[in-house]
């Protein structure tokens, strides 16, 4: 079984901080996924990736198959940024989600 | 809002009782998938059907049962509930019929589900 580390579990920025979210897992994966649940729950696709990076907006993902790492970086940090991000990992067995990290920007 | 419904979005119940949890996918989103998330387990797959049939299974207990009917709106039926039933559930759609994981999913806004 996959097993998924997020790091940091909590981070708490100011606003326009450079943020960045790391996702590390142990078995070979054909992609992998971030997630960003919203205070009262909601949960929203933000980047599926199997190689290299990806850029939306504020946000990029980047992905390391060799060293089984990606990160999640915000640029620009703004207050609407709090919420729990969540990195998922698709393997054999399904997908297999990290525990999130908790992030709250402060004005 | 992602286009995925559920309902009910809060469910509270006693021990040893079935609920049933309704999933209605984007318009054309054929794949739908069940997860649970508890405060101490997390986020995990519970199910996807795609058109109808089951697709993959993961860790979805045997007193839980989902099936996906015609018009492609899914349940989820939760029996001899028990308190660490307690959870959110989420049913995602995607358009396409890749097993959990391949494809971006959009997801419903959960239903909240309390045993006591």
């Known amino acids: 079984k996959n097993e998924v580390e997020q790091s940091p579990q909590n981070l708490t920025a100011q606003e326009g901080e450079f943020i960045t979210i790391n996702c590390s897992y142990s078995?070979?994966?054909?992609?992998l996924h971030w997630l960003q649940q919203h205070p009262g729950g909601g949960i929203v696709s933000l980047f599926m990736l199997s190689s290299g990076k990806k850029k939306h907006g504020r946000l990029i993902a980047t992905i390391n198959i060799q060293e089984k790492h990606s990160s999640l970086h915000i640029t620009a940090s703004h207050p609407r940024d709090s919420a729990v991000y969540i990195c998922?990992?698709?393997?054999?067995?399904?997908?297999?989600f990290g525990k999130g990290t908790h992030l709250i920007i402060q004005p | 809002d992602s286009g995925v419904t559920q309902t009910p979005k809060h469910l509270i119940t006693a021990t040893g009782q079935r609920v049933t949890l309704r999933c209605s996918p984007r318009s054309g989103d054929l794949s739908v998938y069940w997860y649970q998330q508890s405060l101490d387990q997390g986020l995990q797959f519970l199910i996807q059907?795609?058109?109808?049939?089951?697709?993959a299974k993961g860790n979805i207990l045997e007193r839980f049962s989902a099936q996906q009917f015609p018009d492609l709106h899914s349940e989820l039926n939760l029996s001899s509930l028990e308190l660490g039933d307690s959870a959110l559930y989420f049913c995602?759609?995607?358009?396409?019929?890749?097993?959990?994981?391949?494809?971006?999913?959009?997801f419903g806004p959960g239903t909240r589900l309390t045993v006591l």
């Open positions: 059907y795609y058109n109808g049939e089951e697709r």
């Open positions: 078995v070979g994966i054909s992609a």
């Open positions: 998922a990992v698709k393997g054999a067995d399904g997908l297999t």
């Open positions: 995602a759609s995607s358009v396409v019929h890749g097993t959990s994981g391949d494809n971006e999913q959009f």
